[in-house]
Structure formats: C-alpha cells, structure tokens
C-alpha cells in the first residue's frame, strides 16, 4: 500500500488543497523549524511529565494527554498559521454561502475557529485507537461514495518526536473522506504517519484515522490542533481553556481563530458587537495599568 503524499512548506496551497480534496491527507515534512520545537517542548514538556496516563480504552491506558495547549504557551503562532495549514483551512472550508434577508440575496462566508488542542504522547506498549472521523462530533453526515462532503474540520498533527510505523504514528486511510457513512473502517486499510520531528500531518475532518500501536521502546509525541467552521461548537472550550492574559499574547489573527470573532451572519457577538472588542479593551487596560 502506498504511503502518504509528503510536500515540503514551500509547495503551493493549489497543490496541498488537490491532495487534500483526492486524498484526505497530506505530510508536510518541515512544518516547524528546530527554535519553534524547542520552544514548545520547553512551555509544554513539564506538563505532559506530571499528567497520568488516560487509563480508559479509546484516548490510551498507556498514553498521556494534555489539553488547553494555547493556555500554556505563546509559541503557537508558526503552527495555527502555517500557510499551509490555515491556507488550506480557509479555501476548503471558508466556501461562500447564500441566504435571502427579505428580498435581497446575501452572499456569506463562514468564519474559522481553533476547536480541540491537545498534545498526545503515546508510550510503550500502547495499543491501536479505534479508527474514527473527528468530524463525528458534530455529527455530520456523509453523502453517498464518492461524493466530497462539506469539511467542517481541517486539522493538524505536529509531530513532537519522530513518527514511525513501530511508535504509533497516526494511522489514516487515504480517500476515506470520500466514504459514505454506512461503510466501516478496517484496520488492514490504515496507513502509519512516518515524519520526522517538526513534520505535520494534515487531515480532514471526514478522513478515518487514529493513533498507532507503539511496539518500539521510546514514547511518540505529537501535538495536534482543530479547525472548525465557525458556525458550529468548539469540541474544547477555549474561553474557559485559555485565559485572556494568554489570549492578548498571540496577534490578533490567532485571537480571532480562537473564537473573539463573529461569524457571519450573526453567531457569536456580545452585545450585538464584534466580541473582539472586549480584547480591545483588555489590552488597553493592561497598557494603563
């Protein structure tokens, strides 16, 4: 079986976004460089050393997790907004829509937003997860074989450490995105993640995937980060996961990602104004004082 399409981030976006469409997804070798893995391993490593292992069946008896990453670092902004990654994000699923106010026929675009983050390392021992579409969350629904369904969810694996077929790189299985929801996955159809520190695997919402079994010695690590329409829920609630202090130290483009944005036509203002305001004031405050 064929491996997965690998690129290198100078490839075009047209390019990824055909991977993307056929396949599902894609490796991009180089996602990172060195200084911004090394900065993540300093603000998130401590975290992940004292957090127990899962213990239940689906997230890992020998797997550890951490959560609300964009709450523990400030070193984020190179991974969410990776041309590659946010590029394709918004061209496959920030597809402009129609709806009629009265009489007038209004052209909308969704916005995007951060959804689940979590880092995952998933040590010795540590058996397959069951293979599963992420984009189940909401449950979506898939049209018949063959047909590309509307992606509601583009998301990224970073890999912390080196991803091989014996250390549980991620299993995915090319063009299941294209599967209707009647059709089950087999493991036998699953492809392992090989990349190397700094690489990133790019999927859709819809591609079946999974962690691998670790039959090695050393732990995989990898970091992965969600991105949703922005008309649907957040799976990890990042008002609550990311303290604002947190929020106002990334630009204003990763502040919007996630969530202080409104989403068009109308989903997620306060006080009928864009809640992006409220980090205006924030931060002017944080200046005076």
Not at 4 to 15: H, W
Not at 22 to 29: F, L, P, Q, S
Not at 202 to 225: E, K
């Amino acid at each position: 079986m064929a491996g997965l399409t690998r690129v290198t981030s100078d490839a075009s976006l047209d390019d990824v976004v055909a991977i993307l469409e056929r396949d599902g997804a894609v490796i991009v070798e180089d996602y990172v460089d060195d200084e911004t893995l090394a900065l993540l391993w300093d603000d998130l490593g401590p975290a992940l050393e004292s957090q127990e292992y899962c213990g239940d069946w689906y997230n890992g008896k020998q797997t550890r997790r951490v959560s609300s990453v964009f709450g523990r670092t400030a070193n984020l902004t190179p991974v969410i907004t990776h041309p590659l990654y946010l590029g394709a994000a918004r061209r496959i699923m920030q597809v402009p829509t129609h709806i009629w106010v009265g009489k007038a026929r209004v052209e909308m675009t969704p916005t995007i937003q951060i959804s689940g983050t979590q880092l995952i390392q998933i040590h010795a021992g540590q058996g397959k997860q069951p293979l599963h579409r992420d984009d189940a969350l909401h449950l979506r629904r898939h049209p018949t074989a063959g047909e590309l369904a509307p992606t509601s969810r583009v998301q990224l694996m970073l890999a912390m450490s080196e991803f091989t077929a014996a250390n549980g790189g991620t299993m995915v299985i090319p063009g299941s995105h294209l599967w209707d929801d009647e059709r089950p996955p087999l493991a036998e159809e699953a492809i392992p993640t090989e990349m190397p520190a700094g690489g990133g695997l790019i999927w859709l919402g819809a591609t079946y995937h999974g962690g691998g079994q670790n039959t090695g010695v050393d732990p995989r690590t990898g970091l992965t980060l969600a991105l949703d329409l922005g008309n649907l829920r957040q799976e990890e609630n990042q008002y609550l996961a990311v303290p604002k202090e947190m929020v106002l130290a990334y630009p204003e483009e990763v502040r919007r990602l996630l969530g202080y944005d409104r989403c068009p036509p109308g989903l997620g203002w306060l006080e009928m104004d864009d809640p992006y305001t409220v980090l205006e004031e924030a931060a002017v405050a944080a200046h005076l004082g």
